[in-house]
């Protein structure tokens, strides 16, 4: 997965350029690379159980976040057998055995700590955040959690938290403008049985066959210290949060050893699909299959994606939102995860707009930047506009825990913050056209969300050949 991820919700918008007075303008200086390279120092330590530990020290403010990495998540399941990896989710905050529900929340809040998690295609995620001295507290429930969850799951507990998801599943699918999207994209994007082909919520279905037992196995094999690892930043001493961790994780049985295949190659088929849903306006989805994060292309067609849709004066922004008054917004991103990946375009039409003039401009500008490649401006704008993004989102301790703990997952190199600034500041313009023509001119899946009765709004099918 790109570690930036996070950054690609939607579009960045940027304040209106005004020109300044003739006699005023002059060139803007270079911009120069940065004296000293982007290090965040860290130590790295395993137990015997196979949990891993990586602790950064930042003293700047007297605050610790602890970030705790399974390394599963939707993409660990198997058909008829989905939405496992959020539901534990959920229910990693019912209490363990020596800290009941709702014990876990109460005990960080009266620290002056806060929680939460969150689930991926291929990982789960859980973090606390608060003073320093909250930090035994917080290693020892992460602990308790991992190693004595087990004896307090029950029906009731797993059937509570089961209708919180499917209220959520409703809430960001079935009752959501364009929520359809979700469940119909990684299906046409991914062959059945890919780790990618279903939601990372699961299914309706398969949430309500799960039985505790079905739970229960599924925590056995992944909720593991030696499938887990746990970052630890802060103002912090790298000697006693090792010994804390081993005070409390050390006694947490190894699980079993995971074995993860790869997923056999494949090719995405042209494919049109039109859905009607509650909505105002049509909207436009575009998706072509790409590469998986870290992948030689992939920082380049995330720059791609900045430059298609990455600002108020980028290529589809313009020609659809500001010169042709076609779309109310458009989006464009590079999503490169852990085993694959994809890349979107996203674009909402004004009031009695058609979808296919938004395509047929989507694929003019396509073919435009294929052919011509970016300039030196767009080009630096893009470059720029990711790193900044970049920084901003580990200025927080919390920030730099979890891209500490990402980078070691992709990588095995917890301090890869240069290394993964690098890949974008060497893509070409050159570059930036090769990708457009290899993944982005070929087969993709285009999906029309319209108002109901209005099929006749639909984009037809074809590429931008």
Not at 262 to 272: H, I, L, W
Not at 369 to 387: D, H, M, T, V, W
Not at 430 to 452: E, G, H
């Amino acid at each position: 997965m790109n570690v930036l991820r996070l950054l690609r919700s939607g579009v960045l918008t940027c304040a209106p350029l005004l020109a300044a007075p003739l006699a005023a303008q002059t060139k803007a200086p270079a911009p120069t690379a940065a004296a000293k390279a982007l290090r965040v120092p860290y130590t790295l330590d395993s137990l015997p159980n196979g949990l891993t530990l990586i602790v950064h020290e930042d003293h700047s403010t007297p605050i610790v976040t602890t970030d705790v990495w399974f390394h599963v998540g939707s993409g660990d399941e198997k058909p008829g057998r989905t939405g496992f990896a959020h539901l534990f989710e959920h229910l990693m905050f019912m209490g363990s055995e020596h800290a009941e529900n709702p014990q876990f929340d109460r005990l960080l809040e009266a620290a002056g700590a806060n929680n939460n998690g969150s689930t991926t295609e291929d990982r789960t995620n859980y973090y606390e955040s608060g003073p320093s001295s909250a930090l035994p507290l917080m290693i020892w429930l992460e602990a308790d959690r991992m190693g004595w969850l087990l004896p307090t799951m029950d029906k009731p507990k797993v059937d509570l938290q089961r209708d919180v998801v499917k209220n959520e599943r409703r809430q960001s699918y079935e009752n959501q403008p364009y929520g359809l999207v979700a469940d119909y994209e990684p299906k046409l994007m991914y062959p059945a049985g890919h780790p990618y082909s279903w939601p990372v919520i699961g299914s309706m279905t398969d949430l309500s066959a799960a039985s505790v037992d079905d739970v229960k196995n599924f925590f056995r094999q992944y909720y593991a210290p030696n499938n887990a690892t746990i970052v630890v930043a802060g103002d912090v001493k790298a000697a006693e949060v090792k010994a804390l961790v081993r005070k409390y994780f050390a006694a947490v049985p190894r699980g079993p050893k995971i074995e993860r295949p790869a997923p056999a190659a494949f090719t995405v088929r042209d494919t049109a699909v039109t859905l009607e849903d509650r909505v105002q306006l049509p909207r436009l989805y575009l998706e072509w299959h790409t590469v998986k994060g870290w992948h030689a292309d992939d920082a380049a067609l995330e720059i791609a994606g900045r430059i298609l849709a990455g600002a108020r004066t980028s290529r589809l922004t313009q020609a659809l939102v500001y010169s042709n008054e076609l779309a109310t917004g458009v989006s464009a991103r590079q999503d490169g995860k852990h085993l694959d990946g994809d890349f979107g375009i996203v674009a909402t039409a004004r009031p009695g707009k058609g979808l296919d003039t938004l395509r047929a401009v989507v694929d003019a500008e396509l073919r435009k930047l294929a052919g011509e490649g970016p300039n030196a401006r767009e080009l630096e704008q893009a470059k720029n506009s990711i790193e900044a993004n970049f920084l901003r989102s580990i200025e927080s301790v919390m920030g730099k825990a979890d891209q500490l703990n990402e980078y070691f997952s992709v990588t095995g190199n917890p301090d890869s913050f240069q290394a993964d600034l690098g890949r974008y500041r060497k893509v070409t313009a050159a570059d930036v056209q090769r990708v457009i023509t290899q993944y982005l001119l070929s087969n993709r899946v285009m999906i029309s969300v319209v108002p109901q009765g209005k099929l006749e709004l639909a984009a037809k099918k074809g590429v931008a050949q």
